[in-house]
């Protein structure tokens, strides 16, 4: 019985445009529920979890802004994840910016030994305090999953790390900051930035990554960031990066990912529809859902 588990997650605390929140409804807007309605046997919306509208707080020590609230909707994403997993549904979790990856990680890999993570985005969000530009956490929670950062957000579920530099791929990357580059050879991490995107073609990618991740790994959730496409294709992102993938070759991805029956989980962060055109992003999103999840032309 296939069975689906959507979870809002409205945060906007991980950087500093507002509208990022708005992101989940704007989904839901979009029609996500009709869509993927004929693709499951039951699917559940579990609705939004409470962020309020705190004020930002910088933390004096790490410099990190929202640091403890962060690490708090995190742990409370972690658990809803971690339940829904444990109902046997397959979670499906709606963003919010990026920093949510934390929460969601936290949540999924304990269910596995070696889980394997796709991070679909222009950016690889790898930064630590020590290396951030910014000290927003969105531009972080790849690098807190693999047990790097600050204490508060690396031990989320009582355990660290979520994930192995050597299961994860990143794919569409064109906007790396200097510390994130020395980490990415340090630990020999796979990416595949949008010159082999361009060079290889993205089937190669996906087939490459599939072969990659398919038998080190006993499960792989999909964190797909929308700035990660082109923003002609995707304008309602917080951070858009010229030159990305395109709409087609992102359908081509999922298409090619739900063949293989890798994902066991997964994410759709970083729309902002006050960023947006008439919803454009949030559409783009549940249409690459409706790939992901099996849809077909005939």
């Known amino acids: 019985m296939k069975k689906l588990s959507i979870i809002g997650m409205p945060m906007d605390l991980g950087q500093m445009r507002r509208g990022v929140d708005m992101g989940p409804s704007a989904i839901r807007y979009a029609g996500i529920n009709e869509r993927l309605k004929p693709l499951f046997d039951e699917i559940h919306d579990l609705g939004d979890i409470a962020i309020g509208r705190p004020a930002v707080v910088v933390d004096q020590e790490s410099n990190l802004r929202n640091l403890d609230l962060v690490a708090e909707k995190s742990a409370m994403l972690a658990e809803k994840v971690d339940e829904a997993i444990q109902s046997g549904s397959f979670p499906l979790v709606l963003g919010g910016d990026h920093s949510i990856a934390i929460g969601t990680l936290a949540g999924v890999s304990k269910h596995y030994q070696n889980l ?8 690889g969000d790898l930064n630590t305090a020590e290396t951030s530009p910014s000290g927003n956490i969105h531009g972080m929670p790849l690098a807190v999953s693999l047990g790097l950062g600050h204490k508060k957000l690396t031990e989320i579920g009582g355990y660290f790390p979520k994930v192995k530099p050597e299961h994860v791929v990143i794919i569409g990357a064109r906007s790396l900051d200097e510390g994130e580059r020395k980490l990415i050879k340090e630990k020999g991490m796979k990416v595949y930035t949008m010159h082999e995107v361009d060079r290889m073609g993205m089937a190669k990618v996906i087939e490459e990554t599939i072969a990659y991740l398919k038998d080190k ?7 797909l960031d929308l700035d990660g496409l082109d923003p002609s294709e995707c304008p309602g992102v917080g951070t858009p990066v010229m030159g990305g993938i395109s709409y087609r070759e992102s359908h081509l991805a999922m298409e090619m990912l739900e063949e293989a029956k890798l994902i066991t989980s997964a994410e759709f962060v970083e729309v902002n529809p006050i960023l947006d055109e008439k919803n454009k992003t949030a559409s783009v999103a549940v249409e690459l859902m409706g790939s992901l999840f099996g849809e077909k032309l005939l």
């Open 116 to 123: 394997g993570v796709i991070w679909y985005d222009a950016h």
């Open 217 to 223: 790994t006993d499960g792989v959730h999909l964190s």
